[in-house]
């Protein structure tokens, strides 16, 4: 704007002339003051784009390198050694126990009950009076019968040593052995009655509790209490048809049961049913089993096991090293990494399995004796993962488990 008006002092102009010039001059100067500023924005705004976008490029490059060079820290886990063993080859069952004798003693006859000589769940020898009902009139009866009987048999007496005399007739003698024998009927018959009213233990073996009280009137057929002989005691159990060929008298049996898990009775097999049920296509057997203390009593359940003599070779591992999936099963077997010293990865085999006893588990295929496999917590690990063993947390794998109620 300063050349504008010095440019027009030269040529003579006035001061209106002057202030115009100034005016024209300010216009024209503005759009290039603005345009300056803009570009010079524009510079810096490009400037900070680019400063920011090379720190978040070198972020995500040291990100990208550090992500080569990561390497997650080994599992924790517990190994196992995939082990070759003996087992005996036997057929599982669950089965029911059974009393060898068991009655349910009951009143023959009708009767007040007078004495009761047994307590609910005591133990009773055969003979013992377990209740007497009252006989006192059949014992009125029994002594008039007595007395009939003697004088017929008097009377036969007598007639017979008149018919010898042949003072008698043969009828005579005939009525006179015929009344004999009748009053010795009616003796016999009120005794059998008393004896009836007298009720006593047909076997040896333990009550049960009873269901009579002392001045109760029994009618027949009433019950009394249960007895049963549970020493030795028998366990029914049903097989399939196709273990029929392996069955034989005198097996060795294995039984268990919930109410003493750390208690195992051996007995044998005594019978093989003759037939085989049409509906289920299973055969009945029959095992004995001792029972001096009578811890088992009819009617619980328990787990049979009917060994055969022979043994196969089986390949056992702990059954908490299996993962159980519906494409297969599978255990993570224990490796060294090449190139890695002492470094231990996980690798994933599937395996085929076959019959479980107590924490172990046999291996159809799959797996070959002395491989390492993880024992416990498998289930974290994926194919090539580092662990490290930590043996000091492994639980112990058994046959034959006993559980310790705490």
Do not use: C
Not at 59 to 79: C, D, L, Y
Not at 124 to 143: F, P, W
Not at 253 to 268: A, I, K
Not at 277 to 298: E, I, K, Q, W, Y
């Amino acid at each position: 704007m300063d050349e504008y008006l010095e440019i027009a002092r030269h040529d003579g102009a006035g001061p209106e002339d002057s202030v115009e010039i100034a005016t024209r001059a300010s216009h024209i100067s503005r759009p290039s003051n603005r345009r300056r500023v803009w570009i010079v924005a524009a510079v810096a705004l490009i400037a900070v784009v680019l400063v920011l976008v090379g720190i978040k490029a070198a972020q995500i490059r040291s990100m990208i390198n550090a992500g080569k060079s990561f390497a997650p820290p080994p599992e924790s886990v517990t190994s196992a050694k995939v082990e070759a063993s003996q087992w005996e080859a036997s057929r599982s069952a669950v089965g029911t126990l059974v009393a060898v004798r068991g009655v349910t003693v009951s009143s023959e006859v009708p009767g007040l009950v007078r004495r009761i000589g047994f307590e609910s769940g005591a133990y009773v020898r055969r003979g013992d009076v377990l209740v007497e009902l009252d006989a006192s009139t059949e014992q009125a009866q029994l002594a008039a019968a007595k007395a009939d009987a003697e004088l017929a048999r008097a009377t036969l007496e007598r007639t017979r040593t008149l018919r010898s005399s042949d003072y008698s007739s043969a009828a005579e003698l005939d009525a006179a052995d015929a009344r004999a024998k009748q009053t010795a009927a009616n003796v016999g018959m009120l005794q059998a009655t008393i004896a009836k009213k007298t009720i006593r233990a047909p076997f040896d073996g333990r009550v049960a509790i009873r269901q009579v009280e002392l001045g109760q009137v029994l009618s027949p057929g009433t019950l009394v209490a249960s007895l049963q002989s549970i020493h030795p005691i028998y366990a029914d159990f049903w097989l399939p048809q196709q273990a029929l060929s392996d069955l034989r008298p005198g097996m060795r049996t294995r039984l268990r049961t919930d109410v003493f898990p750390q208690q195992s009775w051996d007995g044998e097999l005594t019978t093989v049913n003759s037939e085989v049920d049409v509906s289920t296509r299973n055969v009945r057997v029959r095992a004995t089993f001792p029972n001096p203390d009578g811890r088992l009593r009819p009617g619980m359940f328990a787990n049979v096991d009917v060994v055969s003599p022979e043994k196969r070779s089986v390949v056992v591992i702990p059954a908490t090293a299996v993962i159980y999936a519906p494409y297969g099963d599978s255990v993570f077997a224990l490796e060294k990494k090449e190139g890695a010293g002492d470094t231990l990865i996980a690798r994933q085999k599937f395996v085929r399995l076959g019959e479980r006893r107590g924490d172990l588990v046999a291996v159809v295929s799959g797996l070959t004796a002395g491989e390492t496999v993880v024992g416990s917590g498998a289930f974290k690990l994926r194919n090539g993962t580092a662990v490290t063993i930590r043996n000091d947390l492994a639980p112990t794998a058994e046959l034959a488990p006993k559980p310790v109620d705490k």
